[in-house]
């Protein structure tokens, strides 16, 4: 969950897509607004999708003809829910393998079963996707709930330029290293990213 937001996420499928640039994969979330405020539709970040050893960034689909992303359509009130699909030029046999993150949430593992009917799971409904499942929902090292004395990471969130700055209100959810990343990138608790010196000392 989105400690952020209050935002209940699921991925409740996982399925190949055949697109006019090659093949696919769409995943299925399943937004829960847990919390006693109005979840703005704004604030869904943006999906990321590695896969393989090495973590090899997916691009995301961009495709009207294919629906491609479906995200969230209006705000969400507290205790309603929100379906949003985004799409992947990976094929499904690289979801075996697989990093995926919104915001301070990571799942980790084989996504190929992820939906999948199965007897033990209670009359062919999709798997929930928890730390016990084949996909493995993680929080990063960096994403532990900062005291409330401690200073603003230093850093940018835009071009660099001058020397870095304290960025006051920004609360670093966890590094974005090598090999993906820019020794430095830094996920930030809201959902944004920016470039910080305790991630680039790391």
């Not at 379906?83 to 301070?104: I, K, P």
């Not at 999948?116 to 928890?130: C, F, H, L, M």
């Not at 603003?152 to 870095?164: I, L, S, W, Y």
């Amino acid at each position: 969950m989105s400690e952020t937001y209050g935002i209940a996420t699921r991925i409740t499928d996982v399925f190949p897509i055949d697109t006019r640039y090659g093949p696919g994969v769409v995943i299925t979330f399943d937004l829960r607004n847990e919390s006693d405020e109005i979840f703005q539709d704004y604030n869904w970040p943006t999906p990321s999708l590695s896969t393989g050893e090495r973590g090899v960034p997916a691009e995301q689909i961009f495709s009207g003809e294919d629906g491609l992303p479906q995200p969230v359509s209006g705000n969400i009130p507290p205790g309603a829910s929100r379906v949003v699909r985004h799409g992947f030029e990976v094929s499904m046999e690289d979801m075996t393998d697989a990093t995926l993150s919104v915001g301070s949430i990571i799942w980790r593992g084989d996504f190929t079963t992820v939906g999948e009917s199965s007897e033990t799971s209670g009359g062919g409904q999709a798997p929930v996707v928890t730390t016990s499942a084949t996909v493995e929902q993680t929080r990063s090292r960096g994403s532990q709930s900062p005291s409330a004395s401690s200073p603003p990471p230093v850093g940018f969130t835009g071009a660099p330029n001058g020397d870095p700055q304290p960025l006051v209100g920004k609360v670093i959810d966890y590094c974005m290293g090598p090999p993906m990343y820019q020794p430095g990138t830094t996920q930030f608790t809201d959902g944004t990213t920016g470039w910080t010196q305790e991630c680039a000392g790391q």
